[in-house]
């Protein structure tokens, strides 16, 4: 089997495919990758299914020695990629050859990298999926080890090169995103919002949060002005994708894929699922604007993007 | 009883059954929510239900929202003011060794509740509880409801480590924690059973709506069926 070894493993660089579904109900969250653009887009450019098991990068900063021929592909942030100290170019496949060091350094711009090699990490499946969820121990490397990636570890890779003489891939630079600090996020009023008075409102969509580096996969904790709300707690109720809740303190955490099924702090709606893409590039520190979405619009958007990547 | 479907996001909607914690709800959601399962297998891809509520998460590509949301809406109304119940759910029964020595909190609830040690163990086993959600961690069961007589809040500052298997108390709720993590419940035993196995079918011994009960069991037994001092 052919595979890439880990030279060095960065902050947080984790197995991610598309998730782990139809679990919620044990208490399992979904997991997958925090952006589903770069994340597809990895896949694509190798001609893998979407659901091919990735390397998601946070933050840069990792290096792999090919152990054989492999054909890869780099998507997401910035981190000024070079083979054996060469450039290369992100958002296109390309060959490592054995022997050749791929080095990421420290991420310019965006926050997470996706490297794929042709056909997929070969990591084993839990509930069908090797997507690694930290905090309920699966995924990753191992069946029960939901482990982040070390240095010294191999990565599988269920395909071996054979040069079939077609060209490399690459994105459309109108499809590759421009990252910034700040972001502007639609949000889907639902849940609780009609408990959220004019004036919570108000402070809640005309006021910038930052991006709190107690951050994680599991939840981004935002800084600003403190929404007032006169509900305190509702009971605890399952938590969609992008829920935005407040805790007592009126700071908002919009919660992701690692989230926890059940909640019961008040939430003013979710943040849209396009949204969520250009979320998980925001690095702490991040200034993050809210605006209020149309949820047929932002459905027919998703819609869009689902059929695009045949999700 | 009036039912509210509402959307939530692109993908899910949310059901609220009602807005105060009641067990007949409970019983009442499971039936729905298996319902829904069966019906929509491919359409939907979670289905969470909790005290008052069912979240559906579905494939917008396959599912026509405005139908989901009539029809949940329908079949909703029609169980929530029906008199029969699901007829799937199942009693379980977990022996637990309620002692000091594997139960941190088992004496000061006794002391706090004017109660003895023994008072407190059989108020919490005499009953019959229904899960009434699962979350929190893998496998984590939500028991409702404790005798008013032992209910105590959660400890005003979680601690780093809660022994797996640790029975614990919060308000009226009772659960087992499945695994070790940190936790605020209140302490009063401790059950040998494995309570989420990813290897064995299924993998936990009950879903939402099912019925458990606890046995008091020895020390000789709790060691016997693999548990730890």
Not at chain 1, 99 to 115: E, M, P
Not at chain 1, 128 to 151: E, F, P
Not at chain 2, 110 to 121: G, N, P, T, Y
Request: contains cysteine; charged residues 20%.
């Amino acid at each position: 089997m052919s595979g890439l070894q880990v030279m060095s493993s960065g902050m947080l660089s984790l197995i991610q495919d598309l998730g782990r579904y139809g679990v919620a109900h044990h208490g399992l969250s979904t997991g997958g990758p925090a952006d589903l653009h770069a994340h597809c887009w990895a896949n694509q450019l190798l001609d893998n299914p979407s659901n091919a098991s990735v390397l998601e990068i946070t933050m840069g900063n990792v290096s792999f020695l090919a152990l054989d021929d492999i054909l890869m592909s780099l998507t997401g942030a910035d981190t000024n990629p070079q083979v054996d100290g060469e450039p290369i170019a992100t958002w296109r496949s390309f060959l490592l050859r054995k022997g050749q060091t791929l080095k990421l350094g420290y991420a310019k711009t965006g926050f997470r990298s996706y490297l794929a090699v042709a056909g997929g990490i070969d990591a084993p499946k839990v509930f069908g999926s090797s997507a690694t969820v930290v905090r309920n121990q699966l995924g990753g490397l191992g069946v029960q080890s939901g482990r982040a990636i070390q240095k010294g570890d191999i990565l599988p890779v269920c395909k071996t090169y054979t040069n079939d003489g077609k060209p490399f891939n690459w994105v459309p630079r109108l499809f590759i995103p421009k990252y910034s600090d700040e972001v502007s996020l639609s949000v889907i009023e639902s849940y609780q919002s009609h408990s959220f008075s004019r004036q919570a409102k108000q402070t809640f969509y005309a006021n910038p949060y930052q991006i709190s580096d107690k951050s994680d996969r599991m939840g981004i904790r935002l800084q600003g002005n403190p929404v007032q709300m006169d509900l305190s707690g509702v009971i605890s109720e399952g938590i969609a994708y992008g829920s935005i809740q407040f805790p007592s303190n009126g700071q908002p955490i919009i919660l992701l894929n690692d989230r926890q099924t059940l909640g019961g702090y008040p939430k003013i709606g979710c943040v849209s699922r396009m949204s969520l893409m250009k979320l998980a590039q925001a690095r702490p520190g991040s200034l993050i604007h809210f605006y209020r979405g149309d949820i047929e619009r932002e459905t027919e958007a998703y819609c869009e993007f689902m059929n695009f990547f045949s999700l | 009883m009036k039912v509210e479907v509402c959307r939530v996001s692109e993908t899910s909607l949310i059901i609220y059954f009602g807005h105060s914690i009641d067990l007949e709800l409970i019983e009442r959601i499971a039936a729905f929510s298996q319902m829904v399962q069966e019906r929509y297998q491919d359409k939907i891809y979670e289905v969470i239900p909790s005290y008052t509520t069912l979240l559906i998460e579905y494939y917008p590509l396959k599912v026509d929202v405005q139908e989901l949301t009539q029809r949940c809406q329908r079949e909703a109304d029609k169980i929530a003011n029906s008199d029969i119940l699901s007829s799937k759910q199942k009693t379980v029964t977990f022996p637990v060794y309620y002692h000091p020595e594997v139960a941190p909190d088992l004496q000061n609830l006794a002391s706090e509740k004017q109660l003895s040690v023994e008072q407190v163990i059989q108020l919490h086993s005499q009953r019959e509880y229904t899960v009434c959600a699962i979350g929190f961690a893998p496998g984590f069961a939500f028991l409702g409801t404790v005798d008013a007589q032992i209910a105590t809040p959660r400890h005003a500052e979680p601690r780093l480590k809660v022994a797996k298997g640790s029975v614990g108390i919060a308000d009226q709720q009772t659960a087992i924690y499945p695994q070790e993590t940190p936790g605020g419940w209140k302490i009063i035993g401790n059950c040998p059973v494995e309570l989420f196995n990813i290897n064995s079918e299924p993998m936990m011994p009950f879903d939402v709506g099912d019925k458990v009960r606890f046995e008091p069991i020895s020390r000789e037994k709790f060691l016997d069926l693999g548990g730890v001092v």
